[in-house]
């Protein structure tokens, strides 16, 4: 007997048949007409579809009519005077290389098209470009320096003007081209401030807040010297982390990258060569300053009797969130966890806080073609959100929502409404079922792509009868051995004091400084003089 899956699949393809005559056609150059029933085939209906819709009412016009009447009743009732006053905090939420087609695929993830990720609430939406000083695609580091320093820079650099290229070594010591981040602005205004990362804390997006370095990957000395040599002179990230006059006034700091602080004497996968413990040195500083490697140590630290929190939850990266809730022995946190005790400890300060939060894994999985690993992180930082949202008061906390860059994950083809967002969009043109997501390059092509024969392969063989592996790969069109970014304008979500500055389309530099003039603090023009 079939199993359910494999029975609407089968369906699927049945139905999917009937439309061969229409994807089979073939048209004169010259047919416009033609072309235009390719470009939008006639789909036929059957009441199986309607009944896949989450909402029965979607078929009358009254539910659709209704629905933009309560939205224009909605921003009406909040379309009085701007909220305004100081942002006393700022808590500043990134989504790494969280695209629009994330978004989108994310919402199906959830339960259905007509679903909404938690910030798609706020009052403000804006979009910024992208671009680097030196590539049309940008890179996390070279974001980073852009949404947390104001200032565009080269790919693959961090923290510094774009005089310095990627890997310079003598021009990253030139601290006349250093570049002052939005954590130190705040620090000389005397708030808090704290990073969250779902990546180590020493990756590229979190050390845009306190590096300056010519090279992303000089993560630990080891790195450092194999570019540089014995005696550059120049600290690395985690260094700079720990030592530097930014990262050592960090009141928190949580993520992965334990084998960065670590000389392999000390641990087994220890990346650094300088003999050096640097957690150790930090225990040492303070005997109020804790560190934590699991969910329950980071959830019993006290706020009233922390000096700093330091939590380093895995050696790289922090797992993806399906991989740890999968294993019985979990004992890493959640995104939202992390998010709780950071706010409980950074409201301590009479001076409000600065907080850095990075669903940082979102990026990585879309690398990999991994886009189930992808949605379920976005989910995860959707609920961050909504926790930071429930337990802050919007009149003196600026919330703000942002992705650093885009990715090649596409959402394409004629599927279904609620038809599965991980499974078949419909038939191409030589009769091979093709999924709904799919990517312009990456790892996966060889997995759909018979090059000897020059066509693709059946997606059907990626996919059990059963649930989605969540490690599955989905389709590439062009081999890679990483999946790239792509240059598309990145999406701001804000909310709280002057949260509507942030509508528009502008340059994604520019964030850092809204952000200070909220808070009054930075160098340039501040909301307190304006009020």
Same mark, same amino acid.
Request: a negative charge.
């Given at each position: 007997?079939?199993?359910?899956?494999?029975?609407?699949?089968?369906?699927?393809?049945?139905?999917?048949?009937?439309?061969r005559g229409v994807w089979?056609?073939?048209?004169?150059?010259?047919?416009?007409?033609?072309?235009?029933?390719?470009?939008?085939?006639?789909?036929?209906?059957?009441?199986?579809?309607?009944?896949?819709r989450s909402i029965p009412?979607?078929?009358?016009?009254?539910?659709w009519l209704d629905k933009?009447?309560?939205?224009?009743?909605?921003?009406?009732?909040?379309?009085?005077?701007?909220?305004?006053?100081?942002?006393?905090?700022?808590?500043?939420?990134?989504?790494?290389?969280?695209?629009?087609?994330?978004?989108?695929?994310?919402?199906?993830?959830?339960?259905?098209?007509?679903?909404?990720?938690?910030?798609?609430?706020?009052?403000?939406?804006?979009?910024?470009?992208?671009?680097?000083?030196?590539?049309?695609?940008?890179?996390?580091?070279?974001?980073?320096?852009?949404?947390?320093?104001?200032?565009?820079?080269?790919?693959?650099?961090?923290?510094?003007?774009?005089?310095?290229?990627?890997?310079?070594?003598?021009?990253?010591?030139?601290?006349?081209?250093?570049?002052?981040?939005?954590?130190?602005?705040?620090?000389?205004?005397?708030?808090?401030?704290?990073?969250?990362?779902?990546?180590?804390?020493?990756?590229? =997006?979190?050390?845009?807040?306190?590096?300056?370095?010519?090279?992303?990957?000089?993560?630990?000395?080891?790195?450092?010297?194999?570019?540089?040599?014995?005696?550059?002179?120049?600290?690395?990230?985690?260094?700079?982390?720990?030592?530097?006059?930014?990262?050592?006034?960090?009141?928190?700091?949580?993520?992965?990258?334990?084998?960065?602080?670590?000389?392999?004497?000390?641990?087994?996968?220890?990346?650094?060569?300088?003999?050096?413990?640097?957690?150790?040195?930090?225990?040492?500083?303070?005997?109020?300053?804790?560190?934590?490697?699991?969910?329950?140590?980071?959830?019993?630290?006290?706020?009233?009797?922390?000096?700093?929190?330091?939590?380093?939850?895995?050696?790289?990266?922090?797992?993806?969130?399906?991989?740890?809730?999968?294993?019985?022995?979990?004992?890493?946190?959640?995104?939202?966890?992390?998010?709780?005790?950071?706010?409980?400890?950074?409201?301590?300060?009479?001076?409000?806080?600065?907080?850095?939060?990075?669903?940082?894994?979102?990026?990585?999985?879309?690398?990999?073609?991994?886009?189930?690993?992808?949605?379920?992180?976005?989910?995860?930082?959707?609920?961050?959100?909504?926790?930071?949202?429930?337990?802050?008061?919007?009149?003196?906390?600026?919330?703000?929502?942002?992705?650093?860059? =885009?990715?090649?994950?596409?959402?394409?083809?004629?599927?279904?409404?609620?038809?599965?967002?991980?499974?078949?969009?419909?038939?191409?043109?030589?009769?091979?079922?093709?999924?709904?997501?799919?990517?312009?390059?990456?790892?996966?092509?060889?997995?759909?792509?018979?090059?000897?024969?020059?066509?693709?392969?059946?997606?059907?063989?990626?996919?059990?009868?059963?649930?989605?592996?969540?490690?599955?790969?989905?389709?590439?069109?062009?081999?890679?051995?990483?999946?790239?970014?792509?240059?598309?304008?990145?999406?701001?979500?804000?909310?709280?004091?002057?949260?509507?500055?942030? =509508?528009?389309?502008?340059?994604?530099?520019?964030?850092?400084?809204?952000?200070?003039?909220?808070?009054?603090?930075?160098?340039?023009?501040?909301?307190?003089? =304006?009020?």
């Amino acid at each position: 007997m079939l199993s359910p899956r494999s029975s609407q699949i089968l369906i699927l393809f049945a139905l999917l048949q009937c439309l061969r005559g229409v994807w089979s056609l073939q048209c004169a150059d010259d047919d416009e007409d033609c072309r235009e029933v390719l470009m939008h085939p006639n789909i036929k209906e059957d009441h199986r579809s309607i009944r896949r819709r989450s909402i029965p009412g979607e078929v009358t016009s009254d539910y659709w009519l209704d629905k933009g009447k309560r939205f224009v009743a909605y921003k009406d009732a909040s379309a009085g005077i701007p909220q305004r006053g100081k942002a006393k905090n700022i808590i500043f939420f990134l989504g790494d290389g969280m695209s629009l087609s994330t978004l989108s695929a994310t919402r199906v993830y959830l339960g259905g098209e007509e679903q909404e990720l938690s910030f798609e609430s706020f009052p403000d939406v804006g979009l910024m470009k992208t671009y680097a000083v030196d590539r049309l695609v940008t890179d996390s580091a070279s974001a980073a320096t852009a949404l947390l320093c104001g200032v565009k820079a080269n790919y693959g650099t961090m923290g510094v003007t774009a005089r310095v290229q990627r890997g310079h070594c003598e021009a990253s010591k030139n601290t006349s081209y250093h570049v002052d981040s939005i954590a130190k602005w705040a620090l000389d205004s005397g708030r808090q401030v704290g990073l969250v990362t779902t990546t180590r804390v020493t990756h590229a =997006s979190p050390a845009g807040l306190y590096a300056h370095v010519a090279d992303r990957d000089w993560e630990n000395d080891k790195n450092l010297k194999n570019s540089c040599g014995k005696n550059s002179g120049i600290p690395d990230i985690a260094l700079q982390l720990m030592e530097g006059e930014v990262g050592s006034r960090f009141k928190v700091i949580l993520g992965g990258g334990k084998s960065q602080f670590l000389d392999k004497d000390y641990h087994d996968d220890g990346k650094r060569r300088d003999q050096r413990n640097l957690i150790k040195e930090f225990q040492k500083e303070n005997p109020q300053n804790i560190f934590v490697e699991t969910r329950d140590e980071l959830m019993a630290a006290e706020a009233s009797g922390t000096q700093r929190l330091l939590g380093l939850f895995n050696d790289g990266h922090m797992k993806y969130n399906l991989k740890a809730q999968d294993s019985k022995k979990n004992k890493q946190p959640t995104l939202t966890e992390m998010t709780q005790k950071a706010i409980e400890i950074l409201k301590q300060g009479d001076e409000g806080y600065f907080l850095f939060i990075e669903a940082g894994r979102i990026d990585t999985a879309h690398h990999n073609n991994k886009a189930i690993l992808a949605l379920d992180e976005t989910a995860q930082l959707s609920e961050a959100v909504a926790l930071a949202r429930s337990i802050t008061n919007e009149k003196d906390t600026l919330i703000v929502v942002a992705s650093d860059h =885009s990715h090649t994950m596409s959402i394409s083809g004629y599927a279904q409404r609620k038809n599965d967002i991980f499974g078949y969009a419909s038939l191409d043109s030589n009769q091979v079922p093709y999924l709904t997501l799919s990517y312009a390059n990456g790892p996966s092509f060889s997995e759909y792509y018979n090059t000897k024969l020059g066509g693709r392969y059946d997606p059907t063989n990626q996919i059990e009868d059963s649930d989605v592996d969540m490690d599955m790969q989905f389709p590439a069109t062009v081999p890679m051995e990483s999946e790239t970014h792509s240059a598309e304008d990145a999406p701001v979500y804000a909310s709280g004091p002057w949260s509507d500055l942030f =509508s528009g389309v502008y340059e994604q530099s520019t964030l850092p400084h809204l952000m200070a003039f909220a808070g009054c603090f930075g160098p340039g023009k501040q909301a307190c003089s =304006s009020i």
